[in-house]
């Protein structure tokens, strides 16, 4: 469960600051390093797929979430930023 939410936080945020080709090495880096560990383990890749999907659908899922926030979370930062007094 606990790495379902950090794939999820970790494609919102991916949503938030970077475009698609900023989410292709993420998912490229999640296969390799699954692909790895099967091979260590000396299973077939095919065995464990169903691990590797529900992490891989969580963070597409949360990349989703923060492009479509990615709007309202600059008018939040926006408000949030109190303007410098131009005072001497």
């Known amino acids: 469960m606990m790495l379902l939410l950090i794939a999820f936080g970790a494609g919102i945020y991916i949503g938030l600051h ?8 993420f998912s490229i880096l999640g296969v390799g390093a699954f692909v790895f560990s099967s091979w ?4 077939s890749p095919f065995d464990g797929a169903s691990v590797l999907l529900v992490p891989f ?17 600059g008018q939040l930062l926006a408000r949030l930023n109190i303007g410098q007094s131009k005072r001497v």
């Open 18 to 25: 970077f475009n698609i080709l900023g989410l292709l090495p």
């Open 40 to 43: 260590s383990l000396e299973q």
């Open 57 to 73: 659908i969580s963070v597409q899922a949360g990349f989703m979430l923060g492009l479509t926030a990615r709007e309202p979370y």
